[in-house]
Antibody
Framework: EVQLVESGGGLVKPGGSLRLSCAAS????????MNWVRQAPGKGLEWVSS????????YYADSVKGRFTISRDNAKNSLYLQMNSLRAEDTAVYYC????????????WGQGTMVTVSS | QSVLTQPPSVSGAPGQRVTISCTGS?????????VHWYQQLPGTAPKLLIY???NRPSGVPDRFSGSKSGTSASLAITGLQAEDEADYYCQSYDSSLSGSYYVFGTGTKVTVL
């Protein structure tokens, strides 16, 4: 079964750091670009970051540029998001999502992990 | 930073047809980038509903259909059912001087009366 499972969310103080992980299974992880998408409580979806299959291309939303770092380990079938200098507005459910091959759609999503930034 | 605009809500009785619009601009939908649609049931992750403007992934009922024209796209649900009550998001790609990235619509809540 094709599956993405996020972990690492939790409560952190403003200015703190957190590292999210996404474990992939059921498909050839190293062949796909991957993404992080977040959803603040009661709000819509916001794309956060993308990484190509070999990590050659990395992109960030302006709202997280310079604070978040996306990475992957194809040997471990895992995607990561290092989040530093966290702000209250970063509070959201963070989803990892797979790029569909050849098109700009996100065809597989994890269940999400909640990140709460509060003092 | 949603750059695609959707109506906040639409509603319809069971069996009716509802449509959801997604309005973009010349840097995203109007630039020729595909539009995709996602369904998010309460408390769950989004699910890909329509890809490439009008294609349904395996398992998606054919009462869901998508179209695109100019700087806009639409999702239609015919024969509305109670289980269709959810939030729906359009998504495309945006390329401008500030960079290129995925963009989502503002989201539409569908209520089955």
């Amino acid at each position: 079964e094709v599956q993405l499972v996020e972990s690492g969310g939790g409560l952190v103080k403003p200015g703190g750091s957190l590292r999210l992980s996404c474990a992939a299974s059921g498909f050839t992880f190293s062949s796909y670009s991957m993404n992080w998408v977040r959803q603040a409580p009661g709000k819509g979806l916001e794309w956060v970051s993308s990484i190509s299959s070999s990590s050659s291309y990395i992109y960030y939303a302006d709202s997280v540029k310079g604070r978040f770092t996306i990475s992957r380990d194809n040997a471990k079938n895992s995607l990561y998001l290092q989040m530093n200098s966290l702000r209250a507005e970063d509070t959201a459910v963070y989803y990892c999502a797979r790029d569909s091959l050849g098109i700009t759609a996100l065809d597989i999503w994890g269940q999400g992990t909640m990140v709460t930034v509060s003092s | 930073q949603s750059v695609l605009t959707q109506p906040p809500s639409v509603s319809g009785a069971p069996g009716q047809r509802v449509t959801i619009s997604c309005t973009g601009s010349s840097s995203n939908i109007g630039a020729g980038y595909d539009v995709h649609w996602y369904q998010q049931l309460p408390g769950t992750a989004p699910k890909l509903l329509i890809y490439g403007n009008s294609n349904r992934p395996s398992g998606v009922p054919d009462r869901f259909s998508g179209s695109k024209s100019g700087t806009s796209a639409s999702l239609a649900i015919t024969g509305l059912q109670a289980e269709d009550e959810a939030d729906y998001y359009c998504q495309s790609y945006d390329s401008s001087l500030s960079g290129s990235y995925y963009v989502f619509g503002t989201g539409t809540k569908v209520t089955v009366l």
